[in-house]
């Protein structure tokens, strides 16, 4: 069988598993990618098919392990419930972006004075936000 074979058929289990075991999509994409890139790396060579299905499904479930240990990933903010709720949709994110060009145009119309202390103004405001 080829890689490209073995890939598609193991492609489905391998982002189920991932997916149940994170509970992210996001991380489940991550470890997908990982188990496909360490099988073409190591390119092992399977006895059998059901050979084949423990290894994709052992290496998934270790990277997910790996995952949840590693500090970057336990220091990681997820989003909430209300920091989702915040999202914007595509319309509300065009009209911001709008407002944004229009507030830019106009700050270049003003006298380079007044807007250099304006941009300094709002530069550290937002710094001091963050």
Same mark, same amino acid.
């Given at each position: 069988?080829?890689?490209?074979?073995?890939?598609?058929q193991y492609s489905k289990l391998v982002h189920v598993l991932a997916l149940a075991r994170t509970n992210q999509p996001s991380d489940a994409d991550d470890v997908y990618q990982e188990v496909?890139?360490?099988? @073409?790396?190591? &390119?092992p060579k399977f006895r059998d098919e059901q050979h084949a299905k423990a290894w994709f499904i052992r290496v998934t479930v270790n990277i997910t392990k790996d995952m949840y240990k590693s500090a970057a990933h336990s220091k990681r903010a997820d989003l909430d419930e209300s920091a989702a709720q915040d /999202?914007?949709?595509? !319309? %509300?994110? @065009?009209? &911001? @972006? /709008?407002?944004k060009?229009?507030? !830019? /145009?106009? @700050? %270049? &119309?003003?006298?380079?004075r007044y807007r250099e202390v304006l941009m300094l103004h709002l530069t550290a405001g937002t710094r001091s936000r963050k």
């Open positions: 069988m080829t890689t490209t074979e073995t890939i598609k496909f890139l360490r099988y @073409i790396d190591k &390119q /999202e914007m949709t595509d !319309s %509300e994110f @065009i009209d &911001q @972006i /709008e407002r060009a229009v507030f !830019s /145009e106009r @700050i %270049e &119309q003003l006298n380079p």
